[in-house]
């Protein structure tokens, strides 16, 4: 997201938020790809990119809204600088030519086709979110995962299962004997690729909020990954993000801490 940074001098140096995808894989692993979208380039650009470029200023920690952002000297003028002014022009107008990039979830967990449906229940309470992207071995997206996806597996599986008398052997100790009424649990070995819907409609994170919003509102999707110019995710898109700028934009502010659906 571009927006005013510290200010040095007369004018504010823009900054641009670090997003974040996480992509955890059946053995518990997390790979992070951090990345930012550049008003510049128009495309997503890595911190060491950034580091290296003659516009670069330095990088900012915001302790209120704890992100991290890279500054830089992109100019006052240019469409980055626009889209910013719309942004802080709280009322002023509804510009729905933003760009993805600036209102979508940036900091974004994602799973691998083999994680267990039993490990995406942990994540999604975990981290309170209702979904997430399926993403292939180059974080490319081939599916997503919903808490209604996650639900219907238990459902279906019939997961509890009532018995007369049991007698447990937990470990190879001592048998220990349950009444009737208690359930036994399996461990659910659904995985995420048996699951997931498969990915039909994703949106580069250049891709305007008026495509986004046509493309949800006509296609039925609720939820969609962002990806960059070499199709990996940096971001997911839910109905409730597109409706929460239409808030915003019209002087509804959102407490930072809020969490995202
Ligand atoms: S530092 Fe350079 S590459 Fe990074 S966002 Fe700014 S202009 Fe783009």
Redesign the pocket.
């Known amino acids: 997201m571009t927006s005013p940074g510290p200010i040095h001098g007369e004018h504010p140096i823009?900054q641009?938020t670090i997003r974040s995808a996480r992509v955890v894989g059946d053995d518990g692993e997390e790979s992070v790809l951090a990345t930012?979208?550049?008003?510049?380039?128009e495309r997503s650009?890595t911190v060491p990119?950034?580091?290296s470029?003659?516009?670069?200023?330095a990088l900012h920690f915001d302790a209120t809204a704890r992100t991290t952002s890279?500054l830089?000297?992109?100019g006052p003028a240019g469409r980055g600088a626009e889209r910013a002014d719309v942004l802080r022009g709280v009322g002023k107008s509804l510009d729905p030519e933003t760009p993805l990039a600036d209102i979508m979830t940036r900091d974004v967990i994602c799973v691998r086709p083999e994680v267990t449906v039993d490990e995406i229940a942990t994540l999604l309470v975990r981290h309170g979110i209702s979904g997430m992207p399926v993403v292939d071995a180059e974080g490319k997206p081939v599916g997503m995962v919903s808490r209604a996806d996650v639900l219907r597996a238990a459902q279906e599986r019939g997961d509890t299962e009532e018995s007369e008398r049991l007698t447990l052997r937990p470990d190879d100790v001592a048998p220990l004997d349950i009444e009737q009424g208690f359930h036994v649990y399996e461990p659910v070995k659904t995985a995420a690729r048996d699951v997931m819907t498969p990915v039909v409609v994703q949106l580069h994170e250049s891709a305007s909020i008026r495509q986004a919003a046509s493309l949800m509102a006509y296609e039925g999707v609720h939820r969609l990954p962002v990806t960059s110019d070499d199709g990996k995710v940096v971001g997911i898109l839910s109905s409730l993000d597109v409706l929460r700028w239409f808030g915003r934009s019209c002087g509804y502010l959102i407490p930072p801490a809020r969490k995202r659906a």
Request: proline letters at 10%; aromatic letters at 10%.
């Open positions: 823009p641009h930012v979208y550049c008003p510049v380039k650009t990119e950034c580091e470029c003659h516009r670069f200023h890279v830089c000297h992109t």
